[in-house]
C-alpha cells in the first residue's frame, strides 16, 4: 500500500477544488465565538487552569497535597515491616560503600595520571560520544527517509 497520493490525482483534485467558488464564513460566527469566550471567561475558578486560580488556593491544595502525601507515607511505613525497612537500608549501605571505593579508586587515578592525559582522555570520550550521535541520527535519517517510487 502506498502512503502517497497519486500525482496525477492530487493535480486533478486540487484543480477541481480551485474551480470551487469562495464559501464565506457564516455572519453569526464572530459573535458566537465572542459568546463562547465570554462564557468560558465567566465560569467558576475551578474549571480554569490549575495556575490560573487564586494564589492562597492553590497555596491551600499544594499544603493538602503535601498532607496526603506525608500521610500515605506513614501509612505504606506502618504496613511494612520493619525488618524488611532495616533490611533495605543494610543494602543502601553497602551500595553506598561500593560507590565509595570507586571514588576513591577515581581520586587515587586523578592523582596518578597527569591533568593533560586527562584531558586528551576526556577530549576522546566527548568526541566518541559526539560521533555516535551523528552516526545515529545519519542512520535514522537514512532508515526513516520516505523512498521515490517509479
Known amino acids: 500500500m502506498n502512503p502517497e497520493?497519486?500525482?496525477?490525482?492530487?493535480?486533478a483534485l486540487h484543480a477541481e477544488l480551485r474551480k470551487l467558488p469562495p464559501h464565506p464564513a457564516p455572519a453569526h460566527l464572530v459573535a458566537n465565538v465572542l459568546a463562547a469566550l465570554a462564557v468560558r471567561e465567566a465560569g467558576a475558578w475551578w474549571e480554569r487552569s490549575w495556575f490560573e486560580w487564586p494564589r492562597a488556593v492553590r497555596q491551600l491544595a499544594g499544603a493538602a497535597t503535601g498532607v496526603m502525601v506525608a500521610t500515605l507515607i506513614a501509612v505504606a511505613l506502618l504496613v511494612l515491616n520493619l525488618d524488611s525497612l532495616s533490611a533495605w537500608a543494610a543494602s543502601a549501605s553497602e551500595a553506598w560503600s561500593v560507590a565509595s571505593a570507586?571514588?576513591?579508586v577515581f581520586a587515587l587515578l586523578g592523582r596518578a595520571v597527569p591533568g593533560p592525559a586527562l584531558a586528551i582522555l576526556g577530549l576522546l570520550v566527548a568526541a566518541s560520544y559526539l560521533c555516535a550521535i551523528a552516526l545515529g541520527t545519519v542512520f535514522y535519517r537514512y532508515a526513516c527517509q520516505r523512498r521515490a517510487t517509479a
Open 102 to 104: 570507586l571514588g576513591n
Open 5 to 11: 497520493p497519486d500525482a496525477k490525482l492530487a493535480a
